[in-house]
């Protein structure tokens, strides 16, 4: 189960630096001189500004003191966007020898100098233009020390490798965080640490979408770089579909306890032998073994269907579908993670957040994803929606944390290939008999995806409330007026972003910046709020660099340990937030919860009977600080 704690925050933003010198920026005009055209730039929202140039001669110089100096790169372009750094820096310090940099195979952080006497010096870093015409160069930050240190330099790839972009890499001396950065020049796969107090460490490194590698032993030394063995990460089991057709990501099943749902999966000449439901909170494991009929006419080729049937008792969640199968030339197991939604009851008024063009591209944009899925739990949604999305590899594995189903299309920014991930750019998913949510990812001038829409909701003429999570706003008026949409939320194009869109009933809510998001609720199956304390279209404010506005504080390790819990949620918004959930993890038995108005939703218990996972709804005022505790019931 994963937390809002305090630290998890500041080390998703990199604040947490013991033991070594602060880094300039580049930017500081007060301490870096410029000499040429260089610009500051932020590509896509990335974790820190740089200085970039493209001009041949175009120099920054440092005057420091120390023994030794170190430059740490701007990142390069992510893949499907732009042009990497393709010029050359060449660094000298005091008119001493020069080093030769080429930033589109360098690691970030590089040591331009060391054994430097005593006392002032002056470095000079200047880029040149290439033979062949390649320029461009981003510079982040510089960084100095007087006593002896190392560096720490390893290569990083894995699976899905076309995505992988960055990843965080944290180094700890026993439990002290010594460096806690972001790495990896993905053209390369070279990453680096410099300015390291010699000694023994443990490093981690994180992807959101990968599973965190742990390494122990790393032993830096005084005025040398410590090379490792390259680190190779493989995707979580969490985020990976294996087989399946549908249900699957953007096309979940969602249902109530006892009905059934179809499972489509490359089953080829097995034998399917069992179809299984299960989820994972922290280490608690809730599963439960399908009873299941195939639907032999709808096979094909490699393709098998299945009709599931949900026990009447089936305990509410999001689960991943298994389908083990056995026998043939596909021995084996299908897998599709977070796929069905099992519900006790449709949700009479709807309660959805919704964002758009947040630029996760890469680590540090998917923790910003992240900080806001766990504000969407803890909101209590009932769905999530995101517009106009980039990499499909950091999404999946930053969403995974969300407790409710979510859809997401992808616009002028993706990275191709998201379809293996999230399917088909027009799908229709249902949440009961009177809500059904379209996603739309194409403009809507393509005529063939206009058409296949019109046919999924002409499926549910029915349907009280018809959703549209769209790449953008101006879908036609007959359209909308046709199917009767209630609600289309974008992320990109013109117009004011919360307004009836002219000539229909259909509200538009849009995306207003790329640091926010919204909670959208129904009533009497209309929206009634959609905006940040009542105005006319202002989104919930939140910055990239922010600590969450909503966020929970345990007394005790929520873990399975302990028994009793008093959780603090903070709440710094100034609207009110009903009905919000909290989710424990406590050992297996009966509970009650103590607060203003906190009633438990449910107490679900773990296979074996190990654990207990109790969720309790809870109010949240404005501006709010409520304390709910869980105890045993006596």
């Excluded at 057709?245 to 399917?272: C, H, M, V, W």
């Excluded at 009836?500 to 809510?509: C, F, P, Q």
Aim: aromatic share 8%; net charge neutral; proline share 6%.
């Amino acid at each position: 189960m994963k937390t809002l704690l305090t630290l998890c925050f500041l080390q998703a933003v990199g604040m947490i630096q013991a033991a070594t010198n602060p880094w300039i920026p580049a930017t500081n005009e007060e301490t870096i001189r410029q000499e040429g055209v260089w610009m500051e730039s932020s590509f896509r929202y990335a974790i820190a500004e740089s200085m970039a140039t493209q001009e041949d001669g175009a120099a920054l110089e440092f005057e420091f003191s120390g023994t030794a100096v170190a430059v740490r790169l701007g990142a390069n372009d992510v893949p499907a966007y732009g042009a990497p750094n393709l010029g050359t820096l060449v660094a000298t310090v005091d008119d001493g020898e020069a080093v030769t940099i080429h930033p589109n195979v360098a690691p970030r952080e590089i040591v331009l100098a060391r054994g430097l006497k005593p006392g002032a010096h002056m470095l000079r870093i200047e880029h040149r233009i290439g033979a062949k015409g390649l320029a461009g160069c981003r510079i982040e930050s510089f960084t100095t020390w007087k006593d002896p240190r190392g560096s720490l330099e390893f290569e990083m790839n894995g699976e899905e490798n076309a995505f992988l972009v960055d990843a965080r890499a944290i180094l700890r001396q026993e439990t002290d965080i010594v460096r806690n950065s972001i790495v990896r020049n993905w053209l390369t796969g070279r990453c680096s640490l410099v300015g390291l107090p010699p000694g023994k460490y443990s490093l981690e490194v994180r992807a959101a979408g990968w599973k965190e590698t742990r390494l122990q032993d790393v032993v830096i030394e005084a005025d040398k770089t410590t090379r490792i063995d390259p680190v190779f990460l493989t995707r979580d089991p969490d985020v990976v579909i294996s087989r399946f057709r549908f249900p699957a990501l953007n096309r979940q099943a969602i249902r109530k306890q006892g009905e059934s749902f179809r499972a489509r999966f490359l089953g080829y000449d097995t034998e399917i032998s069992e179809v299984e439901l299960s989820r994972k909170v922290g280490p608690a494991v809730i599963s439960r073994k399908l009873k299941f009929t195939e639907d032999k006419a709808a096979a094909h080729y490699y393709d098998r269907e299945v009709i599931a049937q949900l026990p009447d008792n089936m305990p509410p969640g999001i689960y991943d579908l298994t389908i083990r199968i056995k026998g043939g030339k596909r021995t084996g197991f299908c897998r599709s993670p977070r796929s069905v939604h099992v519900v006790r009851e449709w949700p009479r008024d709807p309660v959805l957040v919704t964002f758009g063009h947040l630029d996760t591209s890469a680590q540090y944009q998917a923790e910003y994803l992240e900080r806001i899925a766990d504000m969407a739990n803890l909101v209590g949604a009932d769905l999530v929606l995101q517009s106009t999305s980039v990499n499909p590899a950091y999404i999946t594995g930053a969403l995974a944390r969300l407790d409710m189903p979510y859809l997401t299309n992808f616009g002028n920014h993706q990275f191709y290939g998201h379809e293996k991930w999230f399917g088909d750019p027009v799908e229709c998913v249902d949440f009961g008999p009177d809500i059904a949510i379209l996603n739309y990812g194409h403009p809507w001038f393509d005529r063939d995806s206009i058409a296949k829409a019109d046919q999924l909701f002409s499926s549910r003429a029915e349907t009280e409330i018809k959703i549209i999570n769209a790449f953008e706003a101006n879908a036609p008026q007959a359209f909308l007026n046709r199917h009767r949409v209630r609600l289309i939320h974008d992320a990109h194009g013109l117009g004011q972003k919360v307004m009836t869109l002219k000539g229909t009933d259909t509200l538009r809510v849009g995306k207003t910046n790329s640091v926010s998001f919204r909670v959208v609720r129904f009533r009497q199956n209309r929206v009634v709020s959609a905006t940040y304390q009542g105005h006319e279209t202002k989104p919930i404010p939140f910055a990239r660099d922010a600590e969450p506005p909503l966020k929970i504080v345990h007394s005790a390790p929520n873990d399975g340990t302990s028994r009793r819990i008093s959780t603090r949620i903070h709440n710094a918004l100034l609207d009110p937030y009903p009905k919000g959930r909290v989710t424990w993890l406590l050992p297996h038995g009966e509970y009650r919860v103590d607060g203003d108005g906190a009633q438990i939703e449910s107490n679900i218990a773990s296979d074996k009977s190990r654990f207990s996972v109790v969720t309790a709804r809870v109010d949240i005022p404005a501006g709010s600080e409520t304390i709910v505790t869980v105890v045993p019931e006596d």
